[in-house]
């Protein structure tokens, strides 16, 4: 833990008074989002402080072009950037003259600042002693809509405590923006026209490169005591920012009162010709609407969200903060409607890692979006995948692989690869296999085949094709090897024959062969259609088999465990709890050389095998590799605390499981990693989730059969929560009293709880 100044709330994220040095980190934990677009929580006035200025649409990117010392072939054309868009929130504020600028102030008392997650909005207030000597009170209520999911809305209250004054107030939207990184200081937007039409105004712009066209916009409405003033603001207008300014003479405590409608118009949803249009269409409904009713339908639209996904926990405040806090990030950064887009891994709260996709979606987001969505949210992320397919074969031809084999990018916005660093672009390679396992991962949850033999299928032959290429036969070890790889353990680069990513290949590989049998038996007409698509023939099959038959896994014999990789236990075995504090965290105390030669794991690397494979291994082989690899993971990446957590809770070790969801569930609120100021860890927030459903719950789908195995923290009175599984909603309710379920559905399903079949029926609670 490094900062703990945000306050227990069971449904709020709060900060009480002001501090210039949280004022980043406050900025990205109060930041909004509604799928289609989001704001870090930058004051809407001018602040001079150190800020980090944060607007984004979804899907809306840049390619940098790749910055390196010197150029190899096959490295990546580009690092894509999520961009910032242009501002729309921005008000300017100046009272007798003076610029309202919290920086500057001589006093800011009452400083609070709150995030409604139940509710989906979020508020700051303050009072102010300006440099002039007027006290100002504050209170601004802001939100990014559900309904109208191109809008945002802000309600900006002013009241003069200690004198009659003039208040200018200028709402604008400016699209001079640039990226806080940026390889070549490259011109990311380029500004096409500026216009205003009464209250409202435009700014239309298109990305250079890649085109996308936005029309950023707003309109204000300024009231005194209730009152709207008539009188037409005043144009300011440059060559990248329109504004207008209301004068307003304003007698002491009058409050004055500014509403502001904003966002984007994109050309993903409208024809380029036609943003403006889009953009008043969408004022209008928010102005029919009105402040007041458009955030009482943000408030029924997150309860209808919460109604499904929430999880309560009773008996300890932090740790219920902490997983509604993900849980809302979640739903803030992708709702399922879309499936062009996808789950960045800092969703929309900062720049930081560039593209939308990782392997993060397959590997930890897709569970939560099954279980408390419908399984179309999940179908979309998968046939995102499946759009990308062609692009996956450019990938892997792009480094000499032929005959359709297809390797994933391991970040992407289009499905072309666009992460600059070698190592990690095409050495850490298995993020195909978790594209693999959520193909299997949706079947088993879902029970739904039929994505499969529409789509799924041509990936799996894509991913085992390029596994059986990638490879190469040892004459020594007379078995197949794979050489030159980062396995999930980044603090590893150019490892030989990482288990973890070995063992995929040979899963995928025998998957693959399995389902191209059950879909020539029963998808007949769809076997024939993708082998004649992609050539496979019996040979071809044949060899892969072969290959998956003799992979080679690093083993020590001594230590009766699977090595991470070969040499692993040539380094100096010093674990962690024997490095001093003043060491940690290695990734910003350490050279990269002395990473390298370390035996320290950034995440679970060997032990995310057994996440994912659980079933292929008995209790006791987790037992070992959980106490040999543990005890040298450094968890500092934000994927690690969760993946540990649940196999804590499966070795029936509830402290060790309950400090790691802590972890997991509060790394950016307690920013253990020291770097909440550039963003939130959206995709890993999903892992938090499991945590609960799958540590602390037990929830497994085995032999078709969805299986729980309770156990609950000493510091919890009870938890709860919902599972969607195959259209039948199943509430688990663990306590010391005992577990109880209770069915929402059409049909009885059974269960096993702690090994014994239990049947349940809509309506009848069952204690377990």
Known sequence: MNQDYIQADPWSIIEEGFDREQVKSSESLFSIGNGAMGQRANFEEHYSGETFQGSYIAGVYYPDKTRVGWWK????????KVLNAPNWIGINISINQEPLDLNSCKKVENFRRELNMKEGWYKRS??????????????????????????????????????????????????????????????????????????????????????????????????????????????????????????????????????KFGGYAVDRNHPKDKLTAAANKVLDKATELGFDALLQKQIEDWAQIWEMSDITIEGDVKAQQGIRFNIFQLNQTYLGKDSRLNIGPKGFTGEKYGGSTYWDTEAYCLPFYMATKNQQVAWNLLQYRYNHLPKAIENAEKLGFSNGAALYPMVTMNGEECHNEWEITFEEIHRNGAIAFAIYNYYRFTGDYSYIPKM????????????????????????????????????????????????????????????????????????????AKTKLTEAEIKDWAKVAANMYFPYSEKHQVFLQQDG?????????????????????????????????????????????????????????????????????????????????????????????????????????????????HITSMAGTWMSIVEGFGGMRVLDDTLNFEPQIPEQWTSFSFKINFREQIVTITASKEGTFFELTGNDTLTIKVNGKFVELIPGKRITA
């Open 456 to 531: 799924g299928l041509e990936v799996l032959i894509g991913i085992a094709r390029f596994w059986h290429q990638r490879v190469n036969f040892s004459e020594e070890k007379q078995q197949y090897v794979m050489l030159g790889v980062t396995g999930p353990n980044e603090y590893e680069n150019n490892v030989n024959n990482n288990w973890y990513t070995n063992y995929l290949a040979k899963w995928c590989i025998e998957y693959a062969i399995e389902q191209i049998g059950e879909v020539a038996e029963n998808y007949a007409d769809d076997h024939e259609r993708i082998m």
């Open 73 to 80: 072939n096959g490295y990546p054309e580009y690092f894509a």
């Open 568 to 680: 692993f236990l040539d380094k100096e075995m010093i674990k962690v709890q024997d490095l001093g504090k003043t060491q940690r965290p290695i990734n910003q105390k350490w050279s990269w050389d002395r990473i390298l030669r370390s035996p320290y794991i950034k995440q679970a690397d060997v032990l995310q095998g057994f996440y994912f494979f659980e079933d292929h291994f008995s209790k006791e082989e987790l037992e070992r590799h959980f106490d040999f690899y543990e005890p040298f993971t450094v968890h500092e990446s934000s994927l690690s605390p969760c993946v540990h957590s649940i196999q804590a809770a499966k070795l029936g070790r509830m402290e060790q499981a309950y400090t790691f969801y802590l972890r997991t569930s509060r790394l950016d609120l307690d920013d253990y990693n020291k770097e909440v100021e550039e963003g939130l």
């Open 126 to 259: 303050f009072v102010a002693t300006m440099p002039n000597g007027l006290e100002v009170a504050v209170e601004v209520v802001r939100f990014l809509s559900l309904a109208l999911d191109e809008t945002g809305a802000i309600q900006y209250h002013l009241q003069i405590l200690n004198a009659d004054v003039e208040v200018s107030l200028t709402p604008y939207v400016d699209g001079g923006i640039k990226n806080m990184d940026s390889n070549w200081a490259d011109k990311f937007w380029n500004i096409t026209n500026i216009a205003s039409e009464g209250n409202r105004a435009f700014v239309n712009s298109h990305t250079m490169k890649t085109n996308f066209s936005v029309c950023t916009f707003m309109q204000a409405d300024v009231f005194v005591d209730g009152e709207k003033i008539e009188e037409a603001p005043k144009l300011e207008q440059t060559e990248t920012l329109v504004g207008h300014t209301y004068s307003v003479q304003a007698g002491k405590n009058e409050t004055i009162t500014l509403i």
